[in-house]
């Protein structure tokens, strides 16, 4: 099946410093998105992105959908204690009869104060 | 809030048991999923629905079943429960092109 490549697996920083992650795939997917998991939670949609080359903001969050759409990346600049948690990346493409998303391994997030 | 909520939100079972958790969503999209969570894993595919008894296998479907009678209740059965299936349950909707999750389900198979 598709498997995606998710890095770092984990990062520890300090608050205000800015963070990068990104997730490769040997498959091609129509839409990447980006969520953010907090303990005893579900994960919760950050960033959708549905063509190649596209940069979308939200917030500090800043993705991209890399131009041969077999990678995608997740900024968040000025990082706060707040923005602890696990990301997740998520290829989808539509196959026959659904999207289907594969996830990555997640890349839990520590902002020391 | 996308209207997605799974029940129970925590369960202990004993192995060998049959366990049904259920999703439901106020939403009424077509397309339904469900997850297990493992540290190390993230989250991989057991089952989707796409429409009312329209399912099909994701990449985890061993030792699942799934039903779907109609279009806000997506259940996951595990017929016989294993210690191996002790996990994190989420249930997913689609919306558009955007997936939004569930506040997850908890089982604990001893």
């Known amino acids: 099946g598709q498997q995606l490549n998710q890095s770092p697996q984990s990062m520890f920083i300090q608050e205000g410093e800015d963070v990068s992650m990104n997730c490769t795939s040997s498959s091609i997917f129509n839409t990447w998105l980006w969520y953010k998991q907090e303990p005893g939670e579900g994960p919760v949609l950050l960033i959708a992105l549905y063509k190649a080359g596209e940069l979308t903001s939200n917030g500090r969050l800043t993705a991209q959908f890399g131009i041969t759409r077999k990678d995608s990346f997740l900024n968040i600049s000025a990082s706060i204690p707040s923005d602890v948690g696990i990301y997740f990346c998520?290829?989808?493409?539509?196959?026959?009869?659904?999207?289907?998303?594969?996830f990555g391994d997640g890349t839990t997030l520590t902002v020391k104060p | 809030d996308a209207g997605i909520t799974q029940s129970p939100r925590h369960k202990v079972t004993e192995t060998g048991t049959p366990v049904t958790l259920r999703c439901h969503q106020t939403?009424?999209?077509?397309?339904m999923y469900w997850y297990r969570q493992d540290p190390g894993h993230g989250l991989r595919l057991i089952h989707y629905s796409y429409g009312v008894k329209d399912t099909d296998k994701g990449e985890v479907s061993d030792g699942y079943s799934v039903s779907r009678s109609k279009t806000e209740d997506f259940l996951l059965t595990l017929e016989s429960a294993t210690s191996s299936q002790t996990s994190v349950y989420f249930c997913?909707?689609?919306?558009?092109?955007?997936?939004?999750f569930g506040p997850g389900t908890r089982l604990t198979v001893l």
């Open positions: 997913a909707i689609m919306g558009g092109d955007e997936q939004f």
């Open positions: 998520a290829g989808l493409s539509f196959q026959t009869n659904a999207g289907k998303s594969t």
């Open positions: 939403e009424n999209h077509r397309y």
